[in-house]
């Protein structure tokens, strides 16, 4: 079974920064994609930045250069690096990982979501 958790979210002032950290566990033999989505009181779920393998990594236009997302591939491990938090950026944070293939049978991959980690920016 693969499980995603999730680190880093609390209570900060709008300006300041904070770093999210996913880590995947599990017998995985590779993942295609790992990211973060994040969803507000009352708002649709919405990409923020995705990490695709081979590929750099992809952000939505609201958080472009103010937010910086890195991956680590032998640890399964993906970082958010935000900056200049605003009270906009407050959500619900989830890890994603797409594509995850359990051995190199797996031809198919499997999705999966992390359980979620709350970032508040107070004005």
């Known amino acids: 079974q693969v499980q995603l958790v999730e680190s880093g979210g609390g209570l900060v002032e709008a300006g300041g920064s904070l770093r999210l950290s996913c880590a995947a566990s599990g017998i995985i033999f590779s993942i295609n994609t790992m990211g973060w989505y994040r969803q507000a009181p009352g708002k649709q779920r919405e990409l923020v930045a995705t990490f695709s393998t081979g590929r750099s990594a992809n952000y939505a236009d609201s958080v472009k250069g103010r937010f910086t997302s890195s991956r680590d591939y032998a640890r399964n491990t993906v970082w958010l690096q935000m900056n200049s938090l605003k009270p906009e950026d407050t959500a619900v944070y989830y890890c994603?990982?797409?594509?995850?293939?359990?051995?190199?049978?797996?031809?198919?991959?499997?999705?999966?979501w992390g359980k979620g980690t709350l970032v508040t920016v107070s004005s």
């Open positions: 994603t990982a797409w594509g995850v293939r359990l051995s190199a049978s797996d031809t198919i991959g499997t999705n999966y």
